[in-house]
């Protein structure tokens, strides 16, 4: 067997693995590696803060499915993505970020930059080792996808001290493959019971999760729910995996992130068939009035998420395809005929649509929120592909913007890191350089990784960028109502606060200021004809409300509503 540098190996297996894309920063403890990397066909792109090397790795694998990558030398590069490995971990996203280190013989040494990142690292990942033997490194990075991939996805550290690195080993890149995943099947016992319970209900619901998008399950969702006629809601992380143009769609509850009408039809709803879905409490909110005297049917690819929040009244552990597969499969043996209470229950869901909307064309000045997503909704097209992470911004888009295609709404929906979007956005481009990428910011957090838009501007990673600018931190204000206060949240000085135009330009980008409702539209035509020309990065700063609210409560049935309703 042929002798090769090990860096050579570890690179072959990134090939193989469908890797052709890596975000990092190198350093002296990891040049071996960038070494193999020459004229390899991996693209990297020198980010300028590791942390939006794990966004960015984070965002190219929430729209292709496959791992993403990020690279960073020793020490503080290590920390520095800690913020991203928990982000990854927190949403089920698989990422590989590789670390630097100190040679072996100088780690209890206090060597510069040695730090344990594999014992800092593991409370964040799926799997955080450091290669000891040069010979186990390829064998020891096939692992890693393997991890990554396999049952709830997530993120793996690997960690390369200098003098491994350095050495060769013997090795055939010919004869090698990645580690195959293994599919866990439902059980058909189950599978058979859920049906039961699907087929006795008078008022069934399909709650799709996250899980239904990274299982690339929307097509069997969308064939089961035409199957048996039953309503399909999402949760923040499954919004997209299902129409929302279908006449089946059920909207999203939330005390958040919702809509009115969806979380009417929810409370009316006597059986949920929740896919992929943890439960997080800013879609379930009070837990006695989220479960009610509802069913509950619990399908996860994780054994251990089913009854970590409430007790389902059945639990099924399975791929979410496979699920679907599987419950179609049992409808058409049964040759199962849709109830005929179910297109009774499907016109219920339709009526509370259309008694309990939101308003959204609001015409004063400052402009309102809402207003916004609804110029957002009819200027981009289906094939568009938004990020957003956390804030009033992500909030208002989760209740007003409309999404009809998995993976292309995409959110940091439980670590909520702010200045994820531009690093993510960044990463969308990279996986999708044909598409039309947009990330919808807030003025705080668009200030949080503004670093990364050099990046965008060298390598020409052309997106859009609409600010929902208060210059408040509105979130935390609005929670500080609670306390009756209002205390070291505003953010306004001088006319605008921060010139995020002027913030823009300095990276070489462009940029534009809105404050008339009627220039929104004229705005995002220039932008997107912008970005076209330039290559590169674009702002459309929106001025809105500074103190408006956004609909949120403690429960699904005290939502309370900050704006008149229809």
Not at 41 to 65: K, P, Y
Not at 393 to 403: D, E, L, M, V
Not at 499 to 511: L, P
Request: proline fraction near 7%.
């Amino acid at each position: 067997m042929p002798k090769v540098p090990v860096m050579q190996a570890v690179v072959d297996v990134l090939i193989s693995e469908g890797v052709d894309t890596a975000f990092g920063c190198p350093g002296a403890a990891i040049l071996p590696l960038y070494q193999a990397m020459q004229g390899s066909g991996i693209e990297h792109l020198v980010v300028r803060h590791e942390e939006g090397a794990t966004h960015m790795a984070d965002g190219w694998s929430r729209t292709t499915g496959n791992v993403g990558v990020a690279i960073g030398t020793s020490g503080p590069a290590g920390t520095n993505m800690i913020t991203g490995l928990y982000t990854a971990q927190a949403d089920s996203i698989p990422i590989l970020c590789i670390t630097g280190q100190a040679v072996s013989t100088k780690l209890h040494q206090e060597a510069f930059q040695a730090v344990d990142i594999v014992e800092i690292a593991k409370p964040v990942t799926k799997w955080a080792v450091q290669v000891k033997e040069a010979a186990q490194a390829p064998w020891i990075f096939r692992e890693a996808f393997r991890i990554a991939r396999s049952g709830r996805p997530g993120p793996v550290l690997i960690d390369l001290p200098l003098d491994v690195q350095k050495q060769e080993i013997e090795w055939d890149a010919s004869i090698d493959a990645p580690f195959p995943v293994v599919t866990p099947a439902p059980s058909p016992a189950r599978v058979e019971r859920a049906l039961d319970l699907l087929l006795a209900a008078e008022r069934p619901l399909i709650l799709a999760g996250g899980g239904v998008t990274l299982g690339e399950a929307s097509e069997p969702l969308r064939a089961v729910a035409e199957r048996l006629g039953v309503p399909v809601g999402v949760t923040l992380m499954g919004k997209g995996s299902f129409p929302e143009d279908h006449p089946l769609f059920a909207g999203m509850a939330g005390i958040q992130t919702s809509q009115r009408w969806a979380n009417a039809a929810f409370l009316e709803a006597d059986l949920v068939l929740a896919l992929g879905a943890r439960f997080g409490d800013r879609h379930t909110g009070a837990l006695d009035v989220y479960r009610g005297d509802r069913k509950f049917i619990h399908v996860d690819i994780e054994p251990t998420q089913i009854g970590k929040v409430f007790g389902p009244d059945l639990g099924v552990v399975s791929d979410s395809r496979a699920f679907l597969e599987a419950l179609l499969a049992a409808a058409d043996e049964r040759g199962a005929p849709i109830d005929p209470r179910v297109p009774v229950w499907v016109n219920r869901i339709a009526e509370l649509k259309r008694e309990l909307p939101r308003r959204e064309d609001f015409d004063t000045v400052p402009i309102k929120a809402p207003r916004v997503f609804k110029e957002i909704n009819e200027f981009y097209g289906e094939d568009t592909y938004f990020v957003t992470a956390i804030g009033l911004y992500q909030i208002w888009s989760g209740q007003f913007q409309r999404a009809h295609r998995p993976r292309h709404y995409q959110v940091c929906g439980q670590a909520g890191p702010l200045g994820w979007e531009i690093p993510a956005a960044i990463g969308v481009k990279k996986a999708r350089p044909d598409a039309e990428v947009v990330g919808v910011v807030g003025d705080y957090s668009f200030q949080f990784l503004v670093e990364e838009l050099a990046v965008a501007a060298q390598y020409e990673v052309p997106f859009v960028l609409i600010m929902l600018n208060n210059e408040y931190l509105g979130l935390i204000r609005q929670a500080e109502l609670g306390y009756d206060m209002n205390f070291q949240v505003d953010l306004h000085y001088d006319e605008y606060g921060t010139d995020n135009v002027k913030i823009m330009e300095a990276y070489g980008c462009s940029g534009t200021r809105v404050v008339e409702p009627s220039e929104i539209r004229g705005s995002l035509e220039w932008a997107r004809k912008e970005a076209d020309r330039t290559g590169r990065p674009v702002l459309v700063e929106i001025m809105i409300e500074r103190e408006a609210n956004a609909s949120m409560g403690t429960a699904l049935d005290n939502v309370k509503e900050f704006e008149p309703t229809p």
